[in-house]
């Protein structure tokens, strides 16, 4: 079993910046990648980041791409994403979430990730 926990959400203006963390613990042994998703209200939830946890290659969804970054501490287990230039459009719960399963390629499909956190809110004003 992994347990996740994310942190770092808040409200800020357009145009600001958010660090999101997600700290896991349990089998962290047994990850393979993380990945960032986030769900608007109203909306199913999607894709943003995903990082290969021994290589740290990374992928982005093309709404993020450019602005937000994803990267990895792997000796403190702790993932995170740096979001810049944030737009109101990315108001949403942001869940981070663990791969425990090898495979080929990035992970974007949400039943391709086998534990996740309880969420964070993103809040960006106009």
């Known amino acids: 079993q992994v347990q996740l926990v994310e942190s770092g959400g808040g409200l800020v203006q357009a145009g600001g910046s958010l660090r999101l963390s997600c700290a896991a613990s349990?089998?962290?042994?047994?990850?393979?990648?993380m990945g960032w998703f986030r769900q608007a209200p109203g909306k199913e939830r999607e894709f943003v980041a995903t990082?290969?946890?021994?290589?740290?290659?990374?992928y982005y969804a093309e709404s993020v791409k450019g602005r937000f970054t994803i990267s990895r501490e792997n000796a403190k287990n702790t993932m995170f994403l740096q979001m810049n230039n944030l737009e109101p459009e990315d108001t949403a719960v942001y869940y981070c979430?663990?791969?425990?399963?090898w495979g080929f390629g990035f992970k974007i499909r949400m039943n391709e990730y086998d534990a996740w956190g309880q969420g964070t809110q993103v809040t960006v004003s106009s």
């Open positions: 990082i290969d946890w021994t290589g740290g290659s990374t």
């Open positions: 979430a663990a791969v425990l399963r």
């Open positions: 349990g089998r962290t042994f047994g990850i393979y990648g």
